[in-house]
Nanobody, 124 residues
Framework: VQLQASGGGLVQAGDSLRLSCAAS????????MGWFRQAPGKGREFVAF????????YYADSVKGRFTISGDNAKNTVYLQMNSLKPEDTAVYYC??????????????????WGQGTQVTVSS
């Protein structure tokens, strides 16, 4: 599975960005798609994921109410609408896919594949 994320950039605090990610390769095997991020000097942090079969969405507490994940199962494309961005949201954002159904909220270990990431920088 190949994943290509796009949509990052440099914005000011309070602004919005929309990230997009398309999966190719074995998209019919994907149970869930989502996002995680990694800030400089920090570990990977779960952001959100969507379950294709149930349509349920899960978010990290740090982004709940500000970020919205959505997607198109038929196209294996997932989006992350990020509103009210804060400087602490600055990170490389990665799109990931779960092919084994092991992804759980709050964890990134269930992502089986991920793309190269897109940089999001929020200035104060």
């Amino acid at each position: 599975v190949q994943l290509q994320a796009s949509g990052g950039g440099l914005v000011q605090a309070g602004d919005s960005l929309r990230l997009s990610c398309a999966a190719s390769g074995r998209p019919f095997s994907i149970y869930r798609m989502g996002w995680f991020r990694q800030a400089p000097g920090k570990g990977r942090e779960f952001v959100a994921f969507i379950s294709w079969s149930a349509g349920r969405k899960y978010y990290a507490d740090s982004v709940k109410g500000r970020f919205t994940i959505s997607g198109d199962n038929a196209k294996n494309t997932v989006y992350l609408q990020m509103n009210s961005l804060k400087p602490e949201d600055t990170a490389v954002y990665y799109c990931g896919a779960d092919l084994e159904g092991t992804l759980v909220p709050g964890s990134v270990s269930g992502f089986d594949y991920w793309g190269q990431g897109t940089q999001v920088t929020v200035s104060s």
